[in-house]
């Protein structure tokens, strides 16, 4: 569409259905009831080929439009979403399965708009490297050209905003890949921009593995965004290599919480709990494993306990629920099995642990795990659901340890009320953000990346434009 197009059409969940279901496509389920969401087209390569041609076709116009411009295109796409936003949050709760409240669903398409309000409010002023009076030497940051971006299930429209808002914003065009568990969700958020971004700007082209592939080895696309798991990130980096295509990377954590032996188990209880079960615990920067001095444990445990009992757990158009289903039966068997290897290892669950029979939806019970043992594959493993494994330590060496022994560090945090303390603890642990006495909390200001095997790379703030950027020197 074009942006003379009023922003009026697509303000219903059935409205914006009917934009972008193809009645003879593949039918999504609710994975809270099992009912049918819509139906979506199954793209190809050959649709991917298309996509790239245009974006690669509408991007010199829309580089050539000037920074404000292309700010002031982003702001109305934030209206857009906004005037869309409770139909965009009824869509996501019904296929992704988050509830509408808490920091779900609303949460999410909130994200959207203030993330794009925010990279439209970043500009990349050009640095003067040398001006010595014999050498002057400038830095630009120029368009990279067509991004390919492939997101995941979890957060499907804010992760899709957090890899085409900077890259619109410096000129760049995108296509993107949605999961094939949440593509009505991506679909529906372009649909919403698109009524003010000229045409080919960004485009979705939903489908499977193999569309995918197709997208990350094109040979016209410059720039690859992926936020998914290491083993497909891995796969990405190997067929980039052929094109020498630019590559961020956002991968699989298993993210480490450490309390000191001074914090107030009440006061940080909430923020722990949702630091950990935030998206119902499908987060890659979510906490999924906390270590806890003998000294608080068991009154760490307890805090825990009472701040899940009064969280309510449900189908996600229900008002009440602020936790709901996983998102799909593969990621509950991986749940499932994790919760049994804990069992088995002789750890005491303190809540949950126990799905209802024959219960519709793939709904897991809010868990806690204490007296686990640090090599437990609960622990070990990314568990990315709503259980938690508590570790009991002696020994602030040893938590900072277990901590940093994994492969992967994505986020971690420090809880405590010595600021100095928590902080010269947060200088040891190998993440690419450290969070004090909160965990998880994303700024669109704030670069946010992964260390060791949670990729590379870096997005928001003036950090994530360099990230979708080419410098360039000009020098005389």
């Known amino acids: 569409m074009t942006t003379d197009t009023t922003v009026t059409e697509l303000n219903t969940a059935a409205a914006i259905l ?35 041609a245009a974006a690669r076709k509408a991007q010199p116009a829309w580089a050539a439009r000037t920074s404000q411009e292309r700010s002031e295109l982003l702001n109305k796409a934030a209206d857009a979403i906004e ?60 368009p990279v050209g067509v991004v390919g971006a492939v997101g995941p299930w979890n957060w499907p429209m804010m992760i899709s905003v957090w890899q085409f808002a900077p890259s619109l914003k410096m000129g760049n065009t995108v296509v993107l ?17 698109n009524q ?19 997208l990350t080895s094109h040979a016209d696309v410059d720039k690859i965004m992926f936020t998914g798991s290491t083993k497909t990130g891995q796969a990405i980096m190997r067929t980039a290599a052929d094109n020498l295509a630019r590559i961020t990377l956002e991968l699989g954590g298993n993210d480490a919480g450490i309390v000191l032996d001074d914090a107030d188990p009440a006061q940080i209880a909430g923020d722990l709990f949702w630091g950990a079960f935030i998206n119902t615990g499908q987060t890659c920067a979510a906490m999924k494993r906390l270590y806890v001095p003998e000294s608080l444990y068991d009154q760490v445990c307890q805090a825990l306990v009472e701040v899940a009992g009064q969280s309510p757990m449900g189908v996600g158009l229900e008002e009440e629920n602020v936790l709901g289903p996983l998102q799909n039966k593969q990621q509950y068997d991986i749940v499932a ?15 949950g642990g126990d799905p209802v029979a024959d219960q519709p939806g793939f709904f897991y019970p809010t868990t806690l795990v204490a007296d686990i043992d640090n090599d437990n ?36 945090s420090v809880w405590g009320t010595d600021l100095d303390a928590c902080r010269q603890v947060a200088a040891r642990l190998e993440a690419g953000t450290t969070w004090i006495n909160k965990h998880g909390a994303v700024d669109p200001r704030v670069p946010f990346g992964g260390v060791k095997k949670s990729g590379f790379g870096l997005e928001f703030g003036l950090e994530g434009l360099k990230h979708v950027s080419v410098p360039q020197v000009i020098s005389w």
């Open 177 to 193: 890949k949605p999961s094939e568990y949440t593509p009505l969700s991506v679909q529906a958020l372009v649909a919403v921009v």
């Open 18 to 52: 009917a934009a972008i279901e193809d009645p003879s496509g593949r039918e999504i389920h609710d994975p809270a009831t099992g009912e049918i969401v819509g139906r979506t087209g199954e793209g190809s390569p050959a649709d991917i080929d298309a996509a790239v």
């Open 196 to 214: 003010v971004l000229p045409a080919d700007v960004l485009a979705v082209v939903p489908g499977d593995g193999a569309v995918g592939a197709a």
């Open 377 to 412: 594959p609960l622990v070990a493993e990314e568990q990315f659901g709503p259980v938690l494994p508590i570790i009991k330590y002696t020994d602030l060496d040893q938590a900072v340890e277990w901590a940093n022994e994994l492969e992967v560090g994505l986020g971690s």
């Open 337 to 351: 099995r994790l919760v049994e290897a804990a069992k088995d290892g002789g750890a005491r669950v303190l809540m």
């Open 83 to 142: 005037a869309s936003a409770e139909a965009l949050a009824e869509l996501l709760s019904r296929e992704q399965g988050k509830p509408l409240n808490g920091p779900n669903a609303r949460f999410e398409v909130g994200a959207c708009a203030a993330w794009l309000r925010a990279n439209a409010s970043f500009e990349l002023e050009l640095e003067v490297l040398v001006d010595d009076g014999e050498t002057h030497a400038e830095l630009y940051y120029r």
